[in-house]
């Protein structure tokens, strides 16, 4: 018989953090670099610190930006064909991660994805004295949460050889 291995909990008035915690509409300060302007932008982060480094008092924290199919298409269009995202499922897709829907009825939300590429730095003191992170908001259960944190980790470690193997 198969088990039951949820995706998600669902984490209510805490100031607690863990990695795989999901933070939306959270205010990110983006500075754009062309005319030196810092924007506020809001995004939906999921956290990729692990948590013992959490516990352990570390400064900041590392954070990812979770969109879902449509957000993503409409920045690269390559999300919008079904090719794509059937190598996204398959975990062919350096630099991408879905995560799947929450049907819990107060937070549902659709399949989504994380994105590698951009990492977003946040202040732990920041992040804990906000006062949205007490808003209900879900996590990422195992093993999808060590999945993912597996994911983000071959993105970083892949190594490019100067001179390929000879097989000849």
């Given amino acids: 018989m198969a088990r039951d291995f949820p995706w998600y909990e669902i984490i ?24 030196g302007e810092v ?3 809001y995004y939906t982060l999921i956290l990729m610190t692990q948590t013992c ?8 924290l590392i954070f990812c930006p979770v969109w879902t199919q449509a957000q993503l298409g409409e920045a ?18 350096v630099g991408f991660y879905p995560i799947n829907k ?7 939300r659709p399949w989504r994805i994380v994105q590698f590429q951009r990492i977003i730095e946040l202040e732990t003191n920041d992040v804990r004295n ?4 007490l808003v209900p908001r879900l ?10 944190s597996q ?8 190594v490019g050889l100067p001179v390929p193997v000879d097989t000849s």
Avoid at 53 to 60: F, L, R, V, Y
């Fill in 151 to 158: 994911a983000f980790a071959r993105f970083f470690m892949r």
């Fill in 139 to 148: 996590k990422l259960l195992p093993p999808y949460r060590e999945s993912l």
């Fill in 53 to 60: 480094d959490i516990e352990d008092g570390i400064p900041h």
């Fill in 39 to 41: 924007v506020e932008e």
């Fill in 130 to 133: 906000n006062p949205q992170l």
């Fill in 76 to 93: 690269m269009p390559t999300f919008n064909k079904p090719a794509t995202i059937g190598n996204l499922k398959k975990g062919y897709m």
């Fill in 102 to 108: 929450c049907e819990h009825p107060s937070l549902q």
């Fill in 12 to 35: 209510e008035n805490s100031t607690s953090l863990e990695q795989g915690d999901i933070l939306e509409n959270w205010v990110v300060n983006v500075p754009r670099p062309s005319n």
